[in-house]
């Protein structure tokens, strides 16, 4: 069974350009997450979803930060626009229980520098 | 406020040498504690769920206990490929989210 997908790996960007992020879930998965890893740090979640519904987004700058989980399934992370304190490591995870205490299932990340 | 708090920062040791990582948390009611371990370039990957003081989980080299105010991972004979970032986190039962320590980078010289 394929894990957690995520493109692209790496994205190297202008500031004020904006950039987008695609994740797909385990099969099944209802719940997905969205967090961003900066070096050192540990996982800061921006945005969780229950199917289709995002259900917490407290920590989503919405200003600048987008995100939508059509039918459910695959999820995208918009960025517009860019700034040079967005240079982290973006990671979706996904769970097949709404509390994730049989774990999250992470996938690579995507790697964005901002120039 | 919830915390969790790790340490060391870093560990170097030999192989075979047996130590144990910390994980001290505050959280108003602890739902689960959470270890995950984290390769250069990868996401986290799940180990173990703890849920209550005195509850103890293993897993090849690692064993993983709990008690109301922190958590330790056992590394016994540890392997180099043992080497990665463990990573602790809490859920508190009033809420889903996960609060994340900033990790332990174990490395693991053959």
């Known amino acids: 069974e394929a894990g957690v997908v995520q493109s692209p790996r790496y994205k190297i960007i202008e500031k004020k350009q904006p950039v987008a992020f695609w994740c797909n879930p385990i099969?099944?998965?209802?719940?997905l997450y969205w967090y961003r890893q900066n070096l050192g740090q540990g996982p800061e979640l921006l945005i969780r979803y229950e199917n289709e519904e995002a259900v917490d987004d407290s920590q989503l700058p919405k200003d600048r930060f987008s995100a939508e989980r059509l039918k459910g399934v695959d999820s995208t992370l918009k960025i517009q626009p860019a700034e040079l304190g967005d240079s982290a490591v973006y990671l979706c995870a996904s769970s097949s229980a709404r509390t994730g205490l049989y774990g999250y299932t992470f996938g690579s990340g995507t790697r964005l520098t901002v120039v | 406020e919830d915390q969790v708090t790790q340490s060391p920062e870093a560990l170097r040791l030999q192989e075979g040498e047996s130590s144990s990582l910390n994980c001290s948390y505050t959280v108003s009611g602890l739902r689960g504690l959470f270890w995950y371990r984290q390769d250069p370039g990868k996401g986290p990957e799940f180990l173990f769920t703890?849920?209550?003081?005195?509850e103890e989980k293993e897993k090849e080299r690692l064993k993983a206990t709990l008690t109301k105010k922190e958590s330790f991972l056992h590394i016994t004979a540890p392997k180099p490929e043992d080497s990665a970032t463990y990573l602790c986190?809490?859920?508190?039962?009033?809420?889903?989210?996960?609060?994340w320590g900033a990790g332990t980078k174990l490395i693991i010289k053959p």
């Open positions: 703890l849920y209550s003081a005195g």
């Open positions: 099969s099944g998965h209802n719940t």
């Open positions: 986190a809490v859920q508190a039962d009033s809420n889903y989210q996960l609060i």
